[in-house]
């Protein structure tokens, strides 16, 4: 499995794994090309991909993650944290459903750590959303 950048071409398979993803922000496909979007990709098929974007200098968010649920549980996520580690400067922040406890223990795993919660983020204010960050450990 390799983790590249995304070119256009594929955007309709983000847009399938996203659908299959409903914990994942469901975008119109469009709204990738505003941002920087990795993809875990083996023999030609995407199994997941992580949308990003550098807010400053020395900080990042993660903004989208989804991995295909026929093949999760194989490090396709953990993939894909480490190349966001790689090519974002800074600090690196997302939000998370609090009820998400898979995407929470991964990003544990990943040595993301939490540090706030946004209560009634989610779900027309009844889900509360935990406030992750990961930390260089160049900076
Ligand atoms: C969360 C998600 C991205 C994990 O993807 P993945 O490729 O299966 O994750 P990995 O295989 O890299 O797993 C890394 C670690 O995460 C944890 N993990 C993954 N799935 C888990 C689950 N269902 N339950 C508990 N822990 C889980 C484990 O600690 C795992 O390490 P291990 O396999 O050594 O035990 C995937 O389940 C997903 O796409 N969920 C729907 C979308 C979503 O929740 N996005 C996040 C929005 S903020």
Redesign the pocket.
């Known amino acids: 499995m390799t983790v590249r950048n995304a070119v256009e071409s594929d955007y309709p398979a983000i847009a399938r794994?996203q659908y299959r993803?409903?914990?994942?922000?469901q975008w119109p496909a469009g709204d990738y090309s505003n941002f920087r979007v990795l993809v875990?990709v083996a023999n030609g098929t995407l199994?997941?991909f992580c949308a990003w974007r550098q807010s400053m200098d020395d900080e990042a968010e993660?903004l989208?993650?989804?991995?295909?649920?026929d093949?999760?549980?194989?490090?396709?996520?953990?993939?894909?944290?480490t190349a966001l580690e790689a090519a974002a400067k800074g600090t690196i922040y997302?939000?998370?459903?609090e009820t998400?406890?898979?995407?929470i223990?991964?990003?544990?795993?990943?040595g993301w750590e939490s540090i706030g919660v946004r209560r009634g983020y989610y779900s027309n204010g009844t889900v509360a959303a935990v406030v992750m960050r990961h930390t260089s450990r160049g900076t």
């Open positions: 794994i993803c409903p914990e994942a922000a875990a199994f997941g993660l989208n993650l989804g991995v295909d649920p093949h999760r549980k194989r490090g396709v996520a953990s993939a894909l944290l997302l939000e998370v459903a998400n406890a898979p995407a223990t991964a990003y544990h795993k990943m």
